[in-house]
């Protein structure tokens, strides 16, 4: 369970990064990252993508922490 955490807290960050140049904070990031590692895994699953190791995890938490982030600015632009 801490291993989820830490990941989801770097796929944050690194959402964060990529989305925007900064994150929402360190809470938030850490909320998106975890919500985006559910996003990812359900995605993931759907399209039939195994996931085994840290590495793949952090990609597919990031990916759906992006989905996250991108959906969030644009109910934000609204």
């Not at 919500?35 to 993508?49: N, T, Y």
């Not at 938490?61 to 632009?77: F, K, M, P, R, S």
């Amino acid at each position: 369970m801490l291993g989820v955490i830490i990941v989801g807290l770097i796929a944050g960050w690194l959402a964060g990064k990529l989305m925007r140049g900064a994150g929402y904070g360190v809470i938030a990031d850490i909320v998106l990252g975890l919500i985006g590692a559910v996003i990812g895994g359900w995605l993931f699953g759907v399209l039939g993508v195994p996931v085994h190791g840290t590495l793949p995890f952090l990609a597919m938490a990031t990916i759906g922490a992006i989905i996250l982030v991108g959906a969030a600015h644009l109910i934000h632009e609204l």
